[in-house]
């Protein structure tokens, strides 16, 4: 018995001794960076209105960006052009029906942080904060999904509920390993 | 008897193992080179017949300078990706994998197949930064010659387009090279740090759940991918095929996500947040959303699904004549290795089993082939793969019940709906010629 311990012991030694040097090629070479230093590249918006910064914007101030800056591209009052339109849409009952924002889109909060990270589509990233909560009322306000005179801000942006909201079947995690 | 008749014979000898002239997987192994040299020839262009040897041009003097970034022969100009938006309008781009050329498992890295929002980014390497932050104990940010000092992985995956194959939801079938068909998937064999080293490195707080990924291109292309993923076989690739990562791949480096949806592994990825909760991108909350026949949308379909296609013969690689094959194909799955093959060439009624091209690697290209004698009568291939988590290539009537098919035919680049998995199947024509059928 003690001839077979030996053997085995002289085995395992030289795992540990592996196992420890692996762990301590992780070089750890990430800097560590600021809030202040991220912040530029710190957009996300999740959907319970998680980073949506301060200020707001009305339908009203939205029409003006829209115009100048949305229009060449999704027509005028969004009614599309060479890019999709952004207001209305039949109920969706097929992969034929055209998805928009008022028949699909189940969270408000995607038109904020899409348009603020994707558009206008030449020149992104060139909008304020308060151009992109204005043209996101603008946009919502089209579709009839809040007031004209409504503002949608970090609080009541998050609230409108999107008329597809309970639309889809989760299918992770059902099918992934 | 010639060596080529003699082949010929012991061929002609073989009893096939099924319908319609399909042999045994070793038939060509157990015949040799003989048989082998028996073999006819896919055609692209009508061949010249036989005439007396002499020595070309190219045998009798010395040939061009080395270059140093090799190209291919000027005789593979036709050997080119198609593209969707050459004039790069302000849309997105598509350049598809000619599967048809091209042969074995991996993708050449100037045909792997691109899709851009807005065109691909010209990134500077020095420039580009990585940063992990949200749910995390220190945020961090990386550099290129950073993340090159920590220990690398090499392995083979492949990358599919959510809407690869698209064309097949048509409710006609469309007739189209395979190109056009399923070119938006490439394989590759990729190189890089393993995601959990740097999210382990930054600190992953418990109530981390998913990780929100995003690209340094115009749109800022973002992504949600679950925690559970990021910590198995994700990975942040810099190598593919040996050489930096392509610009339209993601250059300097893009996440890879074994076997799931293309749009998810972020190219030009520059920043990763931690988070508690998915993002509900742009991609994930419209997009990438396919709708189903009662007007709901699966959410979150992210693994690609065992699937397979002959590429040899395909639309646009027609047959010159009756005599003897290789069928070959590609089978690939997001849950881990193809298991098994099966090739009919009667549509369905008997199959035989395709030699699989060793070593099969998980979630990546399998090549299978299978030797056939056409007889020079109609016949209708198929292939159907299986893999190793017990999954079955559905046959196209299984799918279209559960996920529908249009009511007119579309566009042949238009994205009816995505993950199309089905049984492809060719129909051999009278004079070669391979047409898209629906069996």
Known sequence: MSTRKSPALLIVVPLVLLASALFAQAPKLGKPISAADLSDWDINILPDGTGLPPGGGTPVDGARVYAAKCAVCHGPEGKGGANARLVGGEPIKNFESEKTIANFWPYSTTLFDYIRRAMPYRQPRSLTNEEVYALTAYILSLNKLIGEHDTMNAQTLPKVRMPNRDGFIVRFPDKTP | ?439
């Open chain 2, 1 to 439: 008897m010639t060596p080529r008749d003699q082949a010929k014979r012991e061929l002609e000898s073989l009893t096939p193992v099924a319908g319609n002239g399909l042999l045994h997987r070793r038939a060509f192994l157990r015949g040799g080179a003989m048989l082998a040299g028996a073999m006819s020839a896919y055609r692209l262009v009508p061949s010249a017949s036989a005439q007396k040897l002499a020595d070309d041009p190219w045998s009798l003097a010395p040939g061009a300078a080395v270059p140093d970034y090799g190209v291919r022969s000027r005789f593979e100009k036709n050997v080119v990706r198609t593209l969707s938006n050459p004039k790069a309008e302000p849309r997105t781009q598509h350049a598809r994998t000619p599967h048809h050329l091209l042969n074995g498992t991996f993708t050449p890295n100037s045909l792997h197949f691109v899709i851009s929002h807005a065109g691909d980014p010209d990134i500077d390497p020095e420039k580009h930064r990585l940063v992990i932050h949200g749910l995390v104990k220190q945020p961090l940010v990386f550099t290129l010659d950073t993340l090159a000092r920590y220990p690398m992985v090499s392995r083979m995956a492949f990358v599919e387009c959510g809407g690869n194959s698209a064309p097949m939801f048509s409710n006609e079938p469309i007739q189209a090279s395979i190109q056009a068909l399923h070119g938006l998937v490439s394989c590759s064999e990729w190189t890089g740090v393993p995601l959990s080293t740097l999210l382990d490195e930054a600190g992953i707080d418990p109530k981390g759940k998913w990780i929100v990924a995003e690209g340094g291109d115009a749109p800022h292309l973002s992504r949600s991918v679950p925690l559970t993923k990021a910590l198995d076989d994700a990975m942040i690739a810099l190598y593919q095929n040996g050489e930096r990562v392509m610009p339209g791949n993601g250059y300097p480096m893009r996440l890879l996500l074994p076997g799931w949806e293309g749009n998810m592994n972020i190219k030009w990825v520059r920043r990763i947040q931690v988070t508690d909760q998915p993002g509900m991108t742009f991609y994930e909350a419209r997009t990438y959303a396919p709708i189903l026949p009662n007007g709901k949308a699966y959410r979150f379909y992210f693994i690609q699904e065992v699937k397979s296609f002959i590429t040899h013969p395909s639309p646009g690689l027609a047959l010159s004549g009756p005599g003897f094959y290789e069928i070959s194909g590609i089978a690939y799955s997001g849950n881990g290795r193809i298991s098994k093959v099966m090739v009919s060439a009667d549509g369905g009624r008997s199959w035989a089993q395709a030699a699989l091209q060793a070593p099969v690697h998980s979630k990546a290209f399998t090549r299978f082939r299978l030797p056939w004698r056409w007889d020079g009568g109609p016949a209708l291939l198929q292939s159907r793969a299986w893999d190793e988590a017990g999954n079955m290539q559905p046959s196209r009537s299984e799918l279209v019940a559960a996920r529908g098919q249009t009511t007119k035919v579309p566009a042949v680049t238009a994205f009816t709906s995505q993950h199309y998995n089905a049984i492809q199947s060719w129909s051999i024509e009278r004079g070669g010629e391979v047409r898209n059928v629906y069996a």
